[in-house]
């Protein structure tokens, strides 16, 4: 697809797709293995408010389905396994 010239963190990964004809979306993953209430996914997202946890993917990005936990729910987050990446 793409020549990217980064490395990506340890943990962490770059994905990348066609936003629109002119741009290309670049995005660095994280992909710790989480459970949260009752579902395991992976982190997918990560700020100061909330993270969002993936529950199901899909080749089409736009289909996966997240879940949103803002950062009062951390707690209730538990780590279940490191990247394999």
């Not at 010239?5 to 943990?11: A, D, F, L, Q, T």
């Amino acid at each position: 697809m793409i020549d990217f010239p980064h490395h990506s963190p340890k943990g962490y990964s770059y994905e990348y797709e066609q936003f629109n004809p002119t741009t290309i979306r670049i995005m660095l993953c994280c992909h710790r293995k989480v459970r949260y209430k009752e579902q395991v996914g992976k982190v997918d997202f990560i700020c100061d408010q909330y993270i969002t946890i993936c529950v199901s993917r899909f080749e089409q990005r736009s289909r996966n389905v997240c879940l949103l936990v803002y950062a009062s729910q951390w707690k209730d987050v538990e780590l279940l396994k490191q990247s394999d990446k």
